[in-house]
Each structure stands twice: as C-alpha cells, then as structure tokens.
T-cell receptor
Framework: EAGVTQFPSHSVIEKGQTVTLRCDPISGHDNLYWYRRVMGKEIKFLLHFVKESKQDESGMPNNRFLAERTGGTYSTLKVQPAELEDSGVYFCASSPVTGVSLNTEAFFGQGTRLTVV | QKEVEQDPGPLSVPEGAIVSLNCTYS??????FMWYRQYSRKGPELLMY????GNKEDGRFTAQVDKSSKYISLFIRDSQPSDSATYLCASSYSSASKIIFGSGTRLSIRP
C-alpha cells in the first residue's frame, strides 16, 4: 500500500514567485493535515481537512497561503507570493476517518523542502 | 513559552546503552502523548503513543507520562545503530486535534 506522497521533494524559488505543493494521502483517508518546519524551529500545524472541508485552519500563517482539497482526494498548498521566511520543510499527513485516535493514526509524507531565495 | 519543550541534543551513546529522552509540556489539557522517530530526509514516523498518564512498552521502547509533573519520557533499551535518528515528542488535546511537537532530539548510537 502506498504511503503519503508529496511533490515535489525539493523546490527552490525566488522571493515573490508562486509555488504549489501537492500531497496525495493514503487511499481512503478522509483526514489530511499540513504541517511545516522552518529552520531551527519545531514542526507546526498549518491546517486540517476532513474530506474537502477545512476543519481547522488556525495554523495558517497569513493569506499568502492557500490550501485546497477539491474532491476530497489530493491536496495542494499554494504560497503566493513566497517570502524568505517561508523556507522550510512542509509535511503532509493523513489518517482514517474512524479509529480510536485519529491523529495517532496519522501517517506522514517525506516532506517538501522549500527554499526561497 | 513553548507548549512542548525538548532538549535538542545531540545525544551520543554507545551501542547497547539505555537511552532516556525527555520532554516537558505546559498545557494540562493535553490528553495524548506521542513519540515520533524521524530519519534524515524522511517524515516523522509514529513510534508510540500514550493516553493520559502511565507507561507503555513495545519491545525495546518504553514511553512514560507523568501528568502531575507534566513530564514525558522515552526509554530505549539495548540501543542499536539503527536507532540513530531525531526523536520528536508531541502532544494533543484530543484524538482529532492538531499535534503539537517538541523541537526534537538528535540521537546517535555509536557501534
């Protein structure tokens, strides 16, 4: 069974450009999460989808970040325009809709390393 | 103040040693406590989780939570070079809420 897949694995863009990250969750997982780790800091929550609906977007840093999950399958995270402080590793995770503990059944992707220069 | 505090290390021990990794947290509302292992260029992988206080054992790994002191621990017995990784402690309020991570401790097991 395929795990959580993220594209691209690494992206280098100039300040002011737009970048779109993609996450393909494990098939059948309705919960999809985005997290990021900026240099020297801990991994921080960005937002949580249940199917195509945003359940919690309290961690989104500002309106330059737009997350979508059309059709409740894969998700994209667009940064427009990118700033230097957006550099870091962006992780996606997914978990099934049922279970004793949803977030402890969350599987993480390998991450997308974003570098803004 | 960070909600979950973790010593970043690095920590280096000889093969076969017992490793003790620790975290503290500030929010008494946390109910779930997790330990993740992360290899270089990979995503976090859940090792163990505990609901509320108590101990949980899985093979060479033991997780402990003391809610009275807000202390989270992970013990690794008979450590192996393959255990070399970054270990992240984490907490959450409920089964479906966001995960709050510590900064991670880099562990190296010397052969």
């Amino acid at each position: 069974e395929a795990g959580v897949t993220q594209f691209p694995s690494h992206s280098v863009i100039e300040k002011g450009q737009t970048v779109t990250l993609r996450c393909d969750p494990i098939s059948g997982h309705d919960n999809l999460y985005w997290y990021r780790r900026v240099m020297g800091k801990e991994i921080k929550f960005l937002l949580h989808f249940v199917k195509e609906s945003k359940q919690d977007e309290s961690g989104m840093p500002n309106n330059r970040f737009l997350a979508e999950r059309t059709g409740g399958t894969y998700s994209t995270l667009k940064v427009q325009p990118a700033e230097l402080e957006d550099s870091g590793v962006y992780f996606c995770a997914s978990s099934p809709v049922t279970g004793v503990s949803l977030n402890t059944e969350a599987f993480f992707g390998q991450g997308t390393r974003l570098t803004v220069v | 103040q960070k909600e979950v505090e973790q010593d970043p290390g690095p920590l280096s021990v000889p093969e076969g040693a017992i490793v003790s990794l620790n975290c503290t947290y500030s929010n008494s509302a946390f109910q779930y406590f997790m330990w993740y292992r992360q290899y270089s260029r990979k995503g976090p992988e859940l090792l163990m989780y505990t609901y509320s206080s108590g101990n949980k054992e899985d093979g060479r790994f033991t997780a402990q939570v003391d809610k009275s002191s807000k202390y989270i621990s992970l013990f690794i017995r008979d450590s192996q070079p393959s255990d070399s990784a970054t270990y992240l402690c984490a907490s959450s309020y409920s089964s479906a809420s966001k995960i709050i991570f510590g900064s991670g401790t880099r562990l190296s097991i010397r052969p």
